[in-house]
């Protein structure tokens, strides 16, 4: 095991060991009483947040993994710059300033929180997917065409395939940041797990902070894992394996 591997290895156990000491002090303390004693509206809140997410990345998916492969086509190449910067307002915004943005043209309440987090995450999976199709080494595809394959059967067949790695990944980087800026969406109206987390600032109230907090953490760790395993199934095994020979190789 080299230094790399060994330091990694500690940092890990590190992070374990500290994870389960707050959950034994959560549990020893009845941190999680307010989830225990509203059951119903813990469910509640915890469906918004789920509809909050699943929409607003869903239409990001369908919004930027198309606009990736188009800018990426000859034709529209001079497109990227302006597409991604575009897209770039999103991040580059602070979550709160598109949050009232979004209020302000669509009023208080769920709309405006969907559209604030539709805009939030179009950057990574836009990103990932025209550096994922970038990636793609231009005699896999020169070949694919020699061997009488249309551009579109280049796309499906040889494209998409070999950038499913790096299109995954961003969409599983953009679901997982909108789950922790879906709490914000409590600021417009728009519900969620958010609505314990501010509460309990307000009323300095740790039962009710950690009651929505830590359900938020755990839902982006679930889905982070199950987006890895998806990953795994999707992405070819030689692209994986090439992957990993070239992360041990740095």
Known sequence: MNSKKLIAYIIRIILWVLVISFFWWAISGGMFGKIFAEPTKFK???????????????????????????????????SEWLIVNIANLGQTIPSLAVLALAMGFLGIGLKAAIVALYIYSLLPILQNTIAGLDSVRPEMKDAAKGMGLTPLQ????????????????????????????????????????????????????????????IPVTLLAVLVDFGFRGIQYLLVPKGIRLARKAAIEST
Do not use: C
Request: charged share 10%; no cysteine.
């Open 154 to 213: 280049v796309l499906f067949r040889i494209e998409l395939p070999s950038a499913s790695a790096s299109i995954l990944a961003g969409i599983r980087t953009a679901v997982v940041l909108n789950i922790g800026t879906a709490a914000l969406a409590y600021l417009i109206g728009g519900g969620g797990l958010g609505v314990w987390i501010f509460t309990g600032i307000q009323l300095f109230d740790n039962q009710t902070l950690i009651s929505g907090a």
């Open 44 to 78: 509640e809140l915890l469906t918004q947040h789920l509809h909050l997410v699943s929409i607003s990345a869903g239409l990001a998916i369908l919004t930027s993994v198309p606009l990736g492969i188009l800018v990426t086509r000859p034709r529209f190449r001079r």
